[in-house]
């Protein structure tokens, strides 16, 4: 189950456009560091976004934009395997079997679910569904680690409910995948309001950062981001969640400690922590922003993402193997 005795990681991203800072510190930055000393599976989980209305022009558009990013970020096809959801199929047949093994209740419990329909009865069945196909991308992989933001943790325990009912009814299946938070990081803020998480879909473009932002946006955004009245940098998420969310960032891009950086900026006001960061951001986007106008439109592009599908393809096959063999699907 595990290839040359490294652990197996599998994660997942929607192509659903404006990749922001939240996907890169709570995801992608996560995905970069474990590709050394583990097996890694990064997907891009077009099968997920098209539980919302999708154009499906753009979709194709944006899944080859995510799959750049990917790249651009610093994922090395060499050590990890990329590639795209629907070109393996498998993904669709094992969440068919975890749907007859789930339950109804535990489904309408996912908060995801409870924010995106908004107790409509006329919510796609999909969103509903949803935990049950993620469940199936991590399960099929073997995987022991999940790195996501920390909005995803309840899928992951859901995900681990599922491995351990299935075992038991049938026998030794799948391994029990442990979610993997990060210290620094696993809920990046809007930056226009604190209390919310940053997101892709939130009108208010000057919420996030995107990393295709120009330059000129970012500073915007943060000059223009909520902080508080008081004017001291300090760390405390419930007492001042602006400030406290800006310090996050700037930690991720310097690799420094927050209480060192706070202690550099004893005695500062939030316009100057404000220049800084934006100089910060900026000269950490811009790598990343020149290796994606480099690879996203290449041939070197496509044909990483075929040989992603053949390598998950083949590890896909082999647990769909096991799981049919147990549920009693005959093999001709
Ligand atoms: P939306 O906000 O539209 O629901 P999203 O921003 O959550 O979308 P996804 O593709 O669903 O985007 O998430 C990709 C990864 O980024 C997941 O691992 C998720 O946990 C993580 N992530 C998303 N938002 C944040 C955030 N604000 N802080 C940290 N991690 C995040
Ligand atoms: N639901 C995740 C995306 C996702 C995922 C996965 C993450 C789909 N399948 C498997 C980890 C593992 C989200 O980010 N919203």
Redesign the pocket.
């Known amino acids: 189950m595990e290839n040359n005795n490294k652990p197996r990681v599998f994660?997942g991203?929607?192509p659903?456009g404006n990749i922001?800072l939240?996907?890169y510190?709570?995801?992608l930055k996560q995905f970069v560091d474990l590709q050394n000393d583990t097996d890694c599976f990064y997907c891009i989980v077009d099968m997920h976004s098209i539980t919302v209305p999708q154009d499906p022009k753009q979709l194709k558009e944006t899944t080859l934009d995510v799959a750049a990013l990917y790249l651009a970020v610093g994922l090395d096809p060499k050590k990890a395997t990329i590639f795209v959801q629907s070109t393996v199929p498998q993904h669709a047949e094992l969440s068919w079997i975890l749907t007859c093994n789930s339950y109804t209740g535990e489904l309408s419990r996912m908060t995801q679910f409870k924010d995106k329909s908004k107790g409509s009865e006329s919510a796609p069945t999909g969103l509903f569904t949803y935990p049950l196909l993620m469940a199936a991308d991590i399960l099929l992989y073997d995987a022991k680690f999940v790195p996501?933001?920390n909005?995803?943790k309840q899928h992951i325990e859901l995900t681990r409910d599922l491995a351990i009912r299935f075992n038991n009814k049938y026998g030794d299946t799948f391994v029990v995948p442990d979610y993997k938070g990060i210290e620094v990081?696993?809920?990046?803020m809007a930056l226009d309001d604190p209390t919310k998480?940053?997101?892709?879909?939130a009108e208010n473009i000057h919420s996030r950062i995107s990393l295709l932002d120009e330059p000129s946006k970012v500073k915007k955004s943060i000059m223009k981001s909520t902080t508080d009245s008081d004017g001291i940098i300090r760390f405390d998420v419930d007492e001042k969640p602006g400030i406290s969310n800006l310090l996050t960032i700037y930690s991720v891009f310097t690799g420094k400690k927050i209480d060192d950086i706070v202690a550099e900026y004893e005695g500062s006001g939030y316009g100057q922590f404000k220049k800084d960061l934006v100089e910060i951001v900026n000269g950490g986007l811009e790598p990343i922003q020149s290796k994606y106008k480099e690879i996203r439109n290449s041939e070197e592009l496509i044909k990483i993402l075929k040989d992603g599908t053949e390598k998950a393809s083949a590890a896909a096959e082999k647990t769909m193997k096991r799981v049919k063999e147990k549920v009693g699907f005959i093999s001709l």
Request: proline share 0%; aromatic share 0%.
């Open positions: 994660s991203v929607q659903t922001h939240g996907n510190i709570g995801a996501v933001g909005d995803q990081g696993a809920r990046i998480k940053m997101s892709k879909s």
